[in-house]
């Protein structure tokens, strides 16, 4: 099982991260880790990367962009070195996106369950743990949650649950319950002692 967080680069080699400052280089791209964040410059954007994070870990990432992201544990993102004429990620698991606007060029996040969110210039929560629920909560901005079954725009201190094969259904979220995982505070809610 994964232990430390890791970044699987396109030719299959594989970056440890987290254990403390380092700069790199893997084929013309720079990759500079400070403070538990990792950045880079220098790739294109054919080159797919794979950023792994194991269960008990956090990890933040600065993408090319400007777009500041802190995935949490059990989490997997697959990214682009570099952004070309879009902007697009995919996340399983969950994650916190600062978004660098961008009118230009729409910020989207790709989910599980073939359900995108469209953003342009905005922070939000992608929530995928269960296999059956996806699940997007907006804090500022806006964006639009596309799903097969119908799409939703989101206001901030809403969220979009959506169930494969179900409309999606908007509901409103307290921000320090579901974002309580940024600051390391684990909540539990109605659960046994055991």
Do not use: C
């Not at 994070?53 to 993408?63: A, E, Q, R």
């Not at 600062?98 to 729409?106: L, Q």
């Amino acid at each position: 099982a994964l232990k430390a967080v890791v970044l699987q680069l396109p030719g299959g080699q594989v970056v440890p991260l987290g254990s403390g400052p380092q700069q790199k280089e893997v084929d013309g791209v720079t990759f500079n880790e400070q403070e538990g964040k990792l950045s880079w410059s220098g790739g294109s954007s054919s080159q797919l990367a794979t950023l792994m994070v194991p269960p008990g870990k956090d990890y933040k990432v600065l993408l090319p962009d400007g777009t500041e992201m802190l995935v949490n544990a059990a989490t997997s993102v697959t990214l682009p070195l570099a952004f070309g004429k879009q902007r697009e990620i995919a996340v399983n698991g969950e994650a916190y996106l600062t978004i660098a606007a961008d009118p230009e060029k729409p910020f989207r996040v790709q989910l599980p369950h073939e359900t995108t969110v469209q953003v342009l210039g905005t922070e939000f929560n992608v929530n995928t743990y269960n296999n059956n629920l996806v699940q997007v909560a907006l804090t500022q901005g806006a964006v639009k949650m596309i799903t097969d079954k119908g799409s939703v725009l989101l206001k901030p201190g809403t969220a979009a649950n959506y169930q494969p094969g179900q409309q999606p259904t908007t509901i409103s979220f307290d921000e320090d319950e579901l974002l309580s995982w940024k600051s390391g505070i684990y909540r539990f809610d109605n659960m046994k002692i055991s």
